[in-house]
Structure formats: structure tokens, C-alpha cells
């Protein structure tokens, strides 16, 4: 990120948009999909395809890296291993990156967290999903 995106990327949480890397962000999906849950998975790779799409102004990317950034993390406000609530904060961070990213969830990008919702989950567990 260049010097003019320094408070965007402090705002939202230098420390977490540190931790996110693509490879990271696909090891954790690939590790955590079952105790992590279809919703979780759905919307993290909705952040993560809004991401990657040209246009979206460096602030919703900043943030979205940095939510991404803390999904990744093991060990956040709730440990990602206690049974049950270990992703509510991670579902909450995201939630909230949604918000704020919510004008560029278009349907190629809900068409491409499908496909991974698919990929993880089995074919056809996503035709229920927005």
C-alpha cells in the first residue's frame, strides 16, 4: 500500500491486514470449513472476492484485508478452538466488513463464494445461499 493509504490501513487495524496473505487466507478456509461453518466460509470469501475486484475504493480493501487478516488469526478475542462460539468474532468482524463492502457484493462475486462453498462443503450446498 502506498504512503496515502497509511490511516486507512491504521484505522481499521495495522496488526491484522499484516496477517492476511491469499495463501493464508485459503489454508485457514481449507483447515477450518467444517468447525468454521457455511456462513462463515460464505462470507469471508465474499470479503475476499470483493477484494480482488478492480475498482473498490483502497479503504473497503484495507478493511476487508484486515478482517481477512483476523479470521486468519488463531488466536483472537474468542480462540477459534473453543467449541461453538471460536467464530462468532470472526463472523462479527465480517459481518461488519459486509456492511461497509455491501455495494460490491454483486452476483459475480456471490456466484464465485458459491463455488467455493461448493468446493468445500459438496456440490449443491450452496444453491440455498443469497
Excluded at 456471490?110 to 450446498?125: P, S
Amino acid at each position: 500500500m502506498s504512503e496515502d493509504n497509511v490511516i486507512d490501513v491504521q484505522i481499521v487495524g495495522e496488526k491484522y491486514v499484516k496477517n492476511f496473505s491469499e495463501d493464508g487466507f485459503w489454508e485457514k478456509v481449507s483447515k477450518v470449513f467444517k468447525s468454521a461453518g457455511l456462513e462463515v466460509i460464505y462470507k469471508a470469501a465474499q470479503l475476499y472476492y470483493v477484494m480482488k475486484k478492480p475498482g473498490v475504493p483502497i479503504h473497503i480493501k484495507a478493511a476487508i484485508m484486515a478482517t481477512l487478516g483476523y479470521f486468519i488469526l488463531p488466536f483472537d478475542i474468542i480462540p477459534d478452538f473453543i467449541p461453538v462460539a471460536g467464530y462468532s468474532d470472526d463472523l462479527a468482524a465480517i459481518g461488519a466488513a459486509l456492511v461497509m463492502a455491501n455495494f460490491y457484493v454483486d452476483e459475480n462475486v456471490k456466484m464465485q463464494a458459491r463455488e467455493i462453498i461448493d468446493k468445500f462443503f459438496g456440490a449443491g450446498t450452496s444453491n440455498n445461499l443469497d
